[in-house]
């Protein structure tokens, strides 16, 4: 009795287990589990090409891509691609305007994106170095973006085409910032004015103009100190040295330039945007265009702030500066 039973239960709970095996199969085949969720919307294929062209493709690649789908998403998908070569918002837009009108008359997109971006960096990049008398030119940045190496290899370039020229050691807060200047001193037969560390940036400025003219300098570079640009007293630090140099040459420096790390992203632009309104930017070095970074940023500095790029860094050794060619450039971003 007590077997028939046990036998009876277990009969029954095969039979459940079976059971229950049986519908969940049965669900499982016959109707995924996401089919019962809402379907999401395909997206347009302009979008679907532009998700699929890998980050490794090049810019020019995935415009291709795009448009090789056609249709109005075409340009969202555009606008969406720019932003995220950090071209901006504002960049971006107007951008994508601009090849709108291109292609509405007949261009290929990609040619029109590369010949647009040619246009709105090709003003104003020349370096302004030609006045009589000294030529004076505040270097500022944020730390490690490339100061001290650009103006190294600035001073070689313009030693090298025959001109004088003094540096000056501004950033007295980084220890062996003097002891690197030096270096390229010596490496580009310039001569330089420094004083010990944490010494008065201003006065190292203030003394460099007047060595400089003493000397007959043609340009004098002025290096300065790169902590983080969100730092309030960084910035009233360079306002003075701005105001240093003003004093002793009797005129504002002849130009600010704003060395950018090509690799820095969007950030890019909030760092322009306070050296910009604190020491009035004239121009920009992009460094670090050896990588894969392709510098996309300058684009949206250009647009928002109006400061052009003048200067190319292009690696670590004293010859890789260049003086920056916009169809060139363009052709890098969009290649
Ligand atoms: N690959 C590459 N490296 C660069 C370039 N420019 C500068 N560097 C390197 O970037 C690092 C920082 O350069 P610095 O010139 O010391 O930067 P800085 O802005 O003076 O830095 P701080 O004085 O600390 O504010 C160094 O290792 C440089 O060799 C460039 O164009 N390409
Ligand atoms: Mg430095």
Redesign the pocket.
């Known amino acids: 009795m007590e077997i028939l039973v046990i036998v009876s239960v277990l009969v029954l709970v095969l039979v459940v287990t079976a059971t229950v095996f049986v519908v969940r199969s049965r669900r499982a085949g016959g109707r995924p589990a996401d089919a019962r969720r809402s379907v999401p919307a395909e997206p347009a294929p302009a979008k679907q090409a532009a998700a699929r062209a890998t980050k490794r493709d090049g810019l020019g690649a995935r415009v291709r891509e795009i448009f090789a789908q056609g249709g109005e998403s075409s340009w969202e998908a555009l606008e969406d691609l720019l932003v995220r070569a950090d071209v901006g918002p504002t960049g971006s837009a107007d951008l994508v305007t601009r090849v709108r009108a291109d292609v509405s008359g007949g261009a290929d997109p990609a040619q029109a994106l590369r010949d647009e971006v040619t246009s709105i960096l090709s003003e104003g990049t020349e370096l302004n170095l030609e006045g009589e008398g000294l030529s004076v030119v505040m270097v500022v ?12 290899k600035l001073a070689r370039y313009l030693t090298t085409s025959g001109r004088k020229v003094t540096l000056a050691g501004s ?1 007295t807060f ?1 220890a062996a ?1 003097g002891e ?1 200047l030096d270096v390229w001193a010596e490496r580009s037969g310039a001569s330089l004015v420094k004083q010990d560390r944490g010494a008065d940036p201003g006065a190292v400025a203030f003394d460099g103009v007047k060595s400089a003219q003493a000397k007959g300098s043609d340009v004098l570079i002025v ?1 300065t ?3 983080l640009h969100t730092k309030i007293p960084l910035m009233d630090e360079l306002k003075k040295v701005r105001r240093s140099i003003e004093k002793a040459a009797g005129a504002p420096p002849t130009e600010v330039l704003l ?1 950018l790390d090509a690799t820095t992203g969007q950030n890019g632009i909030s760092q322009a945007r306070v050296f910009t309104e604190a020491v009035g930017v004239t121009g920009v070095a992009l ?5 894969s970074a392709k510098g996309g940023i300058v684009i949206a500095v250009r647009e928002e702030l109006g400061v052009p790029v003048k200067l190319v ?4 050794g004293a010859d ?1 500066l260049q003086l920056f060619d916009p169809a060139a450039f363009s052709a890098r971003l969009i290649d």
Do not use: F, P, S, Y
């Open positions: 940045g944020v730390n490690g973006a490339g100061k001290t190496t650009t103006i190294g950033d980084r910032a690197q290096d100190a790169g902590r060395v460094t670090k265009l050896d990588g860094g292009t690696g670590e890789d």
